[in-house]
């Protein structure tokens, strides 16, 4: 009796035995098991199948939640690819599938547009309210972005198709393509590009990128943003800001008029009627500014500073007839430079008047000229040593050594001379002008064309101090022209208040000539060792220097000189 009590507990207690596993089914028989049971119930797999998603119950929706989810979605495109598969085994399901996928990117692209409505909430422009902020860096980044956003579809599926299936950031778009000599040299993409040598001092040099990844996938996304907007464009002419942009900098460029139409017809550009609107709608903007810069209450002292010179430019016509021929006009172009109001503030209003200034003038007169005024101090010349040694050390870490010790600080930039907070310039252009200012009498007329511009009367331009920049011959002919109304009341008809002095920028110009020709000598002599050796030893044509209106360029010379000369003192 015991032992079998004991037996039943022990029993009770140990571990109750597995389910016995499901024999494994072929997927095979599983799938015509299936089958069977759908056509028993008088359904096709792909009724089925229909039915199955198209059932909104709650039973059906929780078997469905995963369908169209993160979570889901590697099965969902399995299915599709699978699908896919299927069909394209021969041409005419190939070229089902084709049309089916073409109509649903249809229906993509043609619901995916820009916003239409009144910028900045939509994107149409229009000519008749644009202003000079549409032309700035963070605007044109921000139509842009709005246009990609917008348009994702299109704009992925174009950089796909120029970038050849790959994405444009990834490094083995350049390592896995196969050169072609034909393909890869058919544009000058890759050429050496002069600029690229041109110091950038204000951010106006345009230059290319040296990693050819990034300029090729620049070169793709700009592609494929191009070809957006012309087909937002195209969808509707009121989605403008691109090729308004674009209209407005071919007229400035001197795109002729037939270009311009053909432009405007495949969507790159708008209408040139509508580029005159909106240069008028800029001209009275510009205006209103100008007359503002030149309020009498800021500073009321000291007006902005003038800065003009000549320009000569000839309308040629090809097809003469009577009373339509070329022409040659001599006109004059400027701006109006605003001083800085940090700069202002340090100013004493005392020494800024018309009579502050005859004085000066007057004690310039009796100013005797020494040759020490021109020598060097001791202070100037330990500066001028620093200035060498921060140019020796800049050649030699850039062209052939590294510093050991990254925690020695070397000095690579010459010590700074009464140094001054860097500001972008806040410059104003003044209307171009049919007056030239190559004589005393065009001189008076580009002045009478600046007041009529200033909004001011001539007694109120000429009761505060004028500064004007221009070249010497500019100055020389004032000073003609002033010395032409001596004797004369009043300092609109004396022109005491004015002073005009060589421009920061043809002084920079005459002083640079004059070193780089100083140095240039003669580069028909095979004996000659002028500066014209070194730029030839480095691959630049020397067959005659560069003239000083490539100003950029000729300090860009400049410093492959001096440059070069180190780097031989060095080694």
Not at 430 to 439: E, G, H, R, Y
């Amino acid at each position: 009796m015991e032992e079998t009590i004991s037996t039943s507990l022990d029993s009770s207690n140990a571990a109750p035995d597995p389910s016995p596993r499901a024999p494994r089914v072929p997927m095979n028989q599983k799938l015509e098991t299936i089958c069977a049971l759908i056509e028993e119930l008088n359904l096709t797999p792909k009724s089925f199948i229909v039915a199955f998603l198209g059932q909104k119950q709650d039973t059906m929706a929780f078997k469905q939640r995963l369908w169209g989810t993160n979570q889901g979605w590697d099965t969902t495109k399995h299915l599709l690819l699978t699908i896919k598969q299927l069909v394209s085994t021969h041409v005419e399901g190939r070229e089902l599938w084709q049309e089916f996928i073409l109509s649903q990117a249809i229906e993509i692209v043609s619901a995916q547009k820009p916003v239409s409505g009144l910028a900045p909430k939509g994107s149409y422009h229009t000519s008749a309210t644009l202003s000079d902020a549409f032309f700035t860096r963070e605007e044109r980044e921000d139509r842009n972005a709005v246009l990609t956003n917008r348009m994702p579809f299109l704009y992925r599926l174009l950089c796909a198709k120029i970038g050849g299936n790959k994405h444009p950031l990834e490094k083995s778009f350049v390592s896995d393509h196969t050169p072609d000599p034909v393909e890869d040299h058919s544009d000058d993409e890759d050429e050496a590009d002069p600029s690229n040598d041109l110091v950038d001092y204000d951010g106006s040099v345009l230059k290319k990128s040296k990693d050819p990844v990034a300029r090729r996938t620049n070169r793709v996304q700009t592609m494929a943003r191009t070809i957006c907007a012309m087909v937002a464009f195209g969808g509707n002419h009121r989605h403008n800001g691109f090729q308004l942009s674009n209209a407005l900098l071919f007229l400035a460029g001197g795109v002729t008029e037939r270009v311009s139409a053909y432009l405007n017809y495949v969507g790159i550009c708008s209408s040139r009627r509508t580029a005159h609107a909106a240069l008028k709608s800029l001209g009275t903007e510009a205006k209103a500014k100008l007359e503002s810069v030149f309020d009498m209450e800021k500073p009321p002292f000291l007006a902005p500073l003038l800065c003009y010179d000549n320009l000569d430019f000839q309308e040629k016509v090809h097809m003469k007839s009577i009373g339509h021929s070329s022409q040659m006009f001599h006109g004059t172009w400027g701006y109006v430079h605003t001083i800085p109001p940090g700069l202002l503030s340090r100013l004493d209003p005392l020494q800024l008047t018309t009579e502050a200034l005859n004085s000066a003038l007057h004690l310039g007169k009796e100013l005797v000229i020494r040759p020490k005024m021109f020598t060097p101090t001791a202070d100037s010349t330990i500066h001028f040593e620093k200035t060498l040694k921060s140019q020796i050390t800049q050649v030699i870490l850039k062209y052939f050594a590294t510093p050991l010790d990254k925690r020695v600080k070397l000095q690579r930039s010459p010590p700074e001379v009464n140094a001054i907070a860097p500001e972008d310039p806040n410059i104003t252009m003044l209307k171009l002008m049919v007056a030239s200012d190559n004589s005393a009498l065009g001189a008076g007329e580009v002045f009478t064309g600046v007041i009529q511009q200033s909004g001011l009367t001539r007694a109120d331009f000429h009761s505060r101090l004028q500064i004007v920049e221009g070249d010497l011959g500019s100055c020389n002919i004032f000073d003609s022209l002033r010395k032409q109304r001596t004797p004369a009341l009043g300092d609109h008809n004396s022109l005491d208040n004015v002073l005009p002095i060589p421009g920061a920028a043809h002084t920079l110009w005459n002083l640079s000539q004059a070193i780089y020709l100083g140095h240039w000598g003669n580069e028909r002599l095979a004996r000659d060792t002028g500066a014209w050796r070194t730029l030839h030893a480095l691959g630049i044509p020397t067959e005659k220097p560069v003239t000083k209106k490539d100003y950029n360029l000729m300090l860009s010379h400049v410093e492959k000189i001096h440059e070069a000369t180190l780097l031989y003192c060095v080694l």
